[in-house]
C-alpha cells in the first residue's frame, strides 16, 4: 500500500516515502529527526510486520515494528503539528474463534439459543466495542492505537482489511499473492480453490484504499473501519464474485468447526463521506477486467 500511495499522490503532493535503509522508525531519535526535518502537514504510516504468525514467532520484534514504532512516529508528529494517519488492522477485532458443526448451521439445526448466538456472533464489528485481540498482532496494533493519540491527539486510525489488486511484476518476483492473484492463477490454470466458509471479514482493492486516502487523511480524529463491508463467509464471497463470471466451479468450499468475524461496519466512515465497494462487487469487477483482457 505505501508505494502505491507514495505514486498516487507525488503528482499532487510533496512526498516523502522513505525505505527502511532511510528510516528505521524503531529508533526514537532518529524518527523525531527525519520528521522534524521534513517537517510534513500529514504524516501516514503504513509500516509494519504484518504477518500474523511471524508476530507471534517474534514479539519482541512485532513490540519494537508495530508498537514503539508507531508511538515514536506519533510523537514526532505532534512536535512539529503534523496530522498523524495510522493504519491499523482488522486484526484487532478477533477475539476468539467460535466452535460449530455443520449441522448446527444448517437451516434448523440450530436451537433457538444456539440461533441468536450464531447472529450475535456474526454481526459486523464497530468502533466503539470493548476490544480484546486474540493473536498478539491484534493485541500490538490496538496498543499502537493507543499510544498514537497518547502522543498525537489530532490522530486518525484506519482500521484497513486484507486487500488486493494486480501485482507489480516485482511483487510477483518476490514471491507476492493477495485474493486477486490466487484467483487469476486459478482461471489461468483452470484450477479449483479452496475458501473458508467459516471466515468472516472484508477483503478490499488496494486502489480503492488510496484514493480515499486524501478524503481519509483529513476527517476528525477518531477511529474508522476503513475499507470493504464483509457480511459473508470467505467463500461466499468468491463464490459469488467468480459466478459474475461464469467461473463459480472454480470456488471449492472449505468447512470446518472454528468460526473467526472480524467484518467490519463501515457506517462511520461512510457518513463522514466515504465508500468502498463491498467485497463482492469490487472483486467481481477486478475479475471482469481480467477476463476482459483475455486471460
Not at 59 to 73: C, D, I, R, W
Not at 101 to 111: F, H, N, V
Request: glycine letters at 8%; a negative charge; hydrophobic letters at 40%.
Amino acid at each position: 500500500m505505501g508505494s502505491r500511495l507514495a505514486d498516487f499522490y507525488e503528482k499532487k503532493y510533496e512526498v516523502w516515502a522513505p525505505a527502511h535503509r532511510e528510516l528505521d522508525f524503531t529508533d526514537e531519535n532518529r524518527a523525531l529527526e527525519a520528521v522534524r526535518t521534513f517537517r510534513p502537514e500529514v504524516v501516514i504510516h503504513c509500516g509494519a510486520i504484518s504477518d500474523v504468525a511471524a508476530c507471534g514467532q517474534n514479539p519482541e520484534l512485532s513490540l519494537a515494528v508495530n508498537v514503539k514504532g508507531t508511538q515514536h512516529l506519533a510523537k514526532a508528529s505532534a512536535q512539529v503539528g503534523a496530522r498523524f494517519v495510522f493504519c491499523s488492522s482488522d486484526q484487532v477485532y478477533f477475539k476468539e474463534s467460535v466452535t460449530w458443526t455443520e449441522s448446527d448451521c444448517a437451516e434448523g439445526g440450530a436451537g433457538k439459543e444456539q440461533a441468536e448466538a450464531m447472529e450475535n456472533f456474526l454481526q459486523p464489528h464497530r468502533e466503539e466495542e470493548e476490544l480484546v485481540p486474540m493473536p498478539l498482532y491484534g493485541q500490538h496494533k490496538l496498543r499502537a492505537e493507543q499510544l498514537a493519540f497518547q502522543e498525537q491527539p489530532d490522530s486518525v486510525i484506519l482500521r484497513l482489511t486484507w486487500m488486493y489488486g494486480k501485482l507489480t511484476e516485482a511483487e510477483r518476483t518476490k514471491g507476492r499473492r493477495n485474493l486477486l492473484s490466487m484467483l487469476e492463477d486459478a482461471l489461468l490454470k483452470q484450477q479449483a480453490v479452496w475458501f473458508s466458509a467459516t471466515d468472516y471479514r472484508g477483503v478490499t482493492n488496494v486502489e480503492e484504499v488510496v484514493r480515499n486516502m486524501e478524503v481519509a487523511w483529513k476527517l476528525p480524529a477518531g477511529i474508522y473501519n476503513y475499507g470493504s463491508a464483509g457480511g459473508m463467509s470467505v467463500y461466499e464471497t468468491v463464490r459469488r464474485a467468480m459466478a459474475a463470471i461464469g467461473q463459480e466451479a472454480l470456488v471449492l468450499k472449505g468447512t470446518g468447526a472454528s468460526w473467526r468475524n472480524i467484518a467490519m461496519d463501515t457506517a462511520k466512515l461512510e457518513a463522514a463521506g466515504i465508500h468502498f465497494s463491498r467485497t463482492k462487487e469490487g472483486l467481481a469487477e477486478c475479475l471482469r477486467d481480467f477476463e476482459g483482457q483475455g486471460a
